[in-house]
């Protein structure tokens, strides 16, 4: 008598573990939480960081033939819209958000481009590696993670310039 209550108190102890962990795991009908994406964001450039020395230079707004607000970006759902120091870039943009790889097919010119700008330009157009994001600041890396182009956040809209 005593090995049967034993037994099902065991059983019973079985069933009530299965119990609490399949009443723990997710709903298979509930929809997962949106992943974050760069698309519709908005950022203005801050600097160029380099990862060695930690220091961050900033942009070169001096000069003339200024965009209205240079160096910002603007994503949708597959292509970027970018404003240098004098010149619009805009293309396609592929962005993988498991190994933050992105590559960007941009047109544009750098005639008329001042200085600050054509390093910018040449480094978005065709340096860029891979990406991290978080919260309001965006890093496009680029030279093997060694430098990477820092964002913030911004609400300023730069494809109005197209308009």
Same mark, same amino acid.
């Given at each position: 008598?005593?090995?049967?209550?034993?037994?099902?108190?065991?059983?019973?102890?079985?069933?009530? =573990? =299965?119990? =609490?962990?399949?009443?723990?795991?997710?709903?298979?009908?509930?929809?997962?939480?949106?992943?974050?994406?760069?698309?519709?964001?908005?950022?203005?450039?801050?600097?160029?960081?380099?990862?060695?020395?930690?220091?961050?230079?900033?942009?070169?707004?001096?000069?003339?033939?200024?965009?209205?607000?240079?160096?910002?970006?603007?994503?949708?759902?597959?292509?970027?819209?970018? $404003?240098?120091?004098?010149?619009?870039?805009?293309?396609?943009?592929?962005?993988?958000?498991?190994?933050?790889?992105?590559?960007?097919?941009?047109?544009?010119?750098?005639?008329?481009?001042?200085?600050?700008? $054509?390093?910018?330009?040449?480094?978005?157009?065709?340096?860029?590696?891979?990406?991290?994001?978080?919260?309001?600041?965006?890093?496009?890396?680029?030279?093997?993670?060694?430098?990477?182009?820092?964002?913030?956040?911004?609400?300023?809209?730069?494809?109005?310039?197209?308009?």
């Amino acid at each position: 008598m005593l090995y049967l209550a034993k037994r099902l108190l065991g059983i019973a102890t079985i069933g009530l =573990i =299965i119990a =609490i962990n399949t009443s723990c795991k997710e709903d298979p009908f509930d929809p997962p939480e949106p992943q974050q994406s760069l698309v519709d964001t908005k950022w203005q450039f801050m600097g160029y960081f380099d990862t060695e020395t930690n220091v961050i230079e900033e942009p070169d707004n001096s000069g003339q033939n200024s965009a209205p607000q240079p160096y910002t970006l603007y994503f949708e759902e597959e292509y970027l819209y970018a $404003v240098s120091k004098s010149n619009l870039h805009w293309g396609k943009y592929e962005a993988d958000y498991i190994s933050f790889a992105i590559q960007f097919a941009l047109g544009s010119t750098l005639a008329g481009e001042l200085a600050g700008g $054509v390093l910018y330009a040449k480094i978005l157009k065709s340096q860029v590696q891979s990406f991290s994001f978080k919260n309001d600041t965006l890093k496009l890396f680029y030279n093997d993670k060694k430098n990477y182009l820092l964002y913030n956040k911004t609400d300023y809209d730069c494809r109005e310039m197209w308009q």
